[in-house]
């Protein structure tokens, strides 16, 4: 029933609206409007961002047919936790090979505190819809695949 409650949330997020800023609304459904850019021109990390929605959907639909569902639960959180993942590691195996010192904390001397506020003012809730049910899918796919159902 969780997992079935994160694929739908993560596909609903899909329609809502990710980031605002300037009194400007933008979600994943903004791809296909008539204004947006060709699909050919975005890079491959907007295309697994849609595949994850369809991975979603596809987690939905099993688990109301009563299929089993936990490996398409996992894919569907996997792609965003994958590409979150993916630019740190390879950030931090770029910092480990500088010959210098690195400093640490933000540029600035600012907070963390102070960069979260700042953030939210410009993130809306698609994204931490997104996010959340992304985790949730991994942490239940990986029961349900463990447990074979």
């Known amino acids: 029933m969780v997992g079935l409650i994160a694929a739908a949330a993560m596909v609903?997020?899909?329609?809502?609206?990710?980031?605002a800023?300037?009194?400007?609304e933008l979600a994943p459904v903004y791809f296909f409007d008539e204004n947006a850019p060709p699909m050919g021109d975005y890079p491959w990390r907007v295309y697994?961002?849609?595949a994850s929605f369809v991975v979603a959907a596809l987690a939905v639909l099993c688990v109301v047919l009563r299929r089993r569902a936990g490996l398409v639960?996992?894919?569907a959180g996997g792609i965003p936790v994958g590409l979150i993942a993916e630019p740190?590691?390879?950030?931090?195996?770029?910092?480990q090979d500088l010959p210098v010192e690195v400093p640490r904390g933000l540029p600035?001397?600012?907070?963390?505190?102070?960069?979260l506020d700042t953030l939210s003012q410009y993130i809306a809730i698609g994204l931490p819809m997104y996010?959340?049910?992304?985790?949730?899918?991994?942490?239940?796919?990986?029961?349900r695949v463990v447990r074979g159902t």
């Open 88 to 95: 740190i590691l390879r950030g931090v195996d770029q910092i």
């Open 12 to 19: 609903a997020s899909f329609f809502l609206p990710w980031v």
């Open 48 to 50: 697994a961002v849609m």
């Open 21 to 24: 800023f300037f009194g400007t």
């Open 108 to 115: 600035g001397g600012g907070d963390v505190q102070g960069l």
């Open 73 to 75: 639960m996992l894919i």
């Open 131 to 143: 996010l959340i049910a992304a985790a949730v899918l991994v942490l239940v796919g990986l029961v």
